[in-house]
């Protein structure tokens, strides 16, 4: 129901509006001519593959030897015993005896 409504609302807009006068003409404003773009060089680009030559590396300047130092032999790391002691376990102290 709701859409018929809106529907005929539409149609009566749309025949309102056309019934109506045609709308004035506006003045077109005249716009200054655009200031026309300088031409710009344009890049020089190499053909595909062709790569300019890398320059050449400067020679490294050569270092003295450095003499090699002689280390004291590490000590020995002492090894871990893998049997484990047994505990003494002690025994409970007697209970204390009822007799008179």
């Known amino acids: 129901m709701a859409l018929s409504f809106s529907s005929i609302n539409v149609g009566q807009a749309a025949r309102h509006l056309q019934q109506l006068p045609p709308m004035p003409t506006l003045p077109t404003a005249t716009l200054p001519p655009l200031p026309s773009i300088p031409n710009l060089p344009q890049p020089?680009?190499?053909?595909?593959?062709?790569?300019?030559?890398?320059p050449t590396m400067p020679a490294l300047p050569t270092f003295p030897a450095i003499?090699?130092?002689?280390?004291?032999?590490l000590p020995s790391m002492p090894s871990i015993p893998t049997a484990i002691p047994s505990i003494p376990f002690l025994s409970p102290p007697p209970s204390?005896?009822?007799t008179p």
Do not use: E, N, V
């Open 67 to 73: 003499p090699t130092a002689t280390l004291p032999p």
């Open 44 to 54: 020089t680009m190499p053909r595909p593959g062709a790569l300019p030559p890398l």
């Open 96 to 98: 204390p005896s009822s």
